[in-house]
């Protein structure tokens, strides 16, 4: 069964940084797109990155833009998020999530058929 | 950006209940449009996508709706477990963006 088990969150000081993973099972990994997507606390869904299956093509929510930076390893079937800079307001569980279609890629990526558990992220000073 | 609004953003109703939640796009996104259900504390789950096909182990009780801008996510007879959080998301092309949520509760 596919399972995205995330990993690398915590509390950091606001223009710190932070390193997420995801690591991923139960399917193959190397043919999918994948997503980053956050959720504040008491609030709704927000996008934030996406990969395409082969690393090639990323693209970024304008809010997290030049700050953070997807990538993957399909060797490991580890997708990551590096994320600089941080701001209070990145305060949020991320959560990654593989993308229903094979092979997307150029920004033209699906629906998320499977979500991890989510790793809170806590910006505070 | 395609802004997704979704009403009422809360709804209270019975066991039993036929619920209907509304979600609209600011511009047609033809059917690239999924509906997820979030309990509190856990991932969201995909029950719809490309409007209107039914995810596989999802109940048939959920059923969605339309296309280019006006969608609907449809419970026809609204089950204990199906209290829950709702968002509507487009993927019509970047950025990907999701509806406010709709919150069913219990009356």
């Known amino acids: 069964q596919v399972q995205l088990v995330e990993s690398g969150g915590g509390v950091v000081q606001p223009g710190r940084s932070l390193r997420l993973s995801c690591a991923a099972s139960?399917?193959?990994?190397?043919?999918?797109?994948m997503h980053w997507v956050r959720q504040a606390p008491g609030k709704g869904l927000e996008w934030v990155a996406v990969i395409s299956y082969d690393g090639n093509d990323k693209y970024y929510a304008d809010s997290v833009k030049g700050r953070f930076t997807i990538s993957r390893d399909n060797s490991k079937n580890t997708l990551y998020l590096q994320m600089n800079s941080l701001r209070v307001e990145d305060t949020a569980v991320y959560y990654c999530?593989?993308?229903?279609?094979?092979?997307?890629?150029?920004?033209?990526?699906?629906?998320?058929?499977?979500w991890g558990q989510g790793t809170l992220v806590t910006v505070s000073s | 950006d395609i802004q997704m609004t979704q009403s009422p953003s809360t709804l209270s109703a019975s066991v039993g209940d036929r619920v209907t939640i509304t979600c609209r796009a600011s511009?047609?996104?033809?059917?690239?449009l999924a509906w997820y259900q979030q309990k509190p504390g856990k991932a969201p789950k995909l029950l719809i996508y490309k409007a209107s096909n039914l995810e596989s182990g999802v109940p048939s009780r959920f059923s969605g709706s339309g296309s280019g801008t006006e969608f609907t996510l449809t419970i026809s007879s609204l089950q204990p477990d199906d209290f829950a959080t709702y968002y509507c998301q487009q993927y019509n092309g970047y950025p990907w963006t999701f509806g406010q949520g709709t919150k069913v509760e219990i009356k």
């Open positions: 999530a593989k993308d229903g279609v094979s092979y997307c890629s150029g920004g033209r990526c699906y629906h998320f058929d499977y």
């Open positions: 139960g399917f193959t990994f190397s043919s999918h797109g």
């Open positions: 511009q047609s996104i033809s059917s690239w």
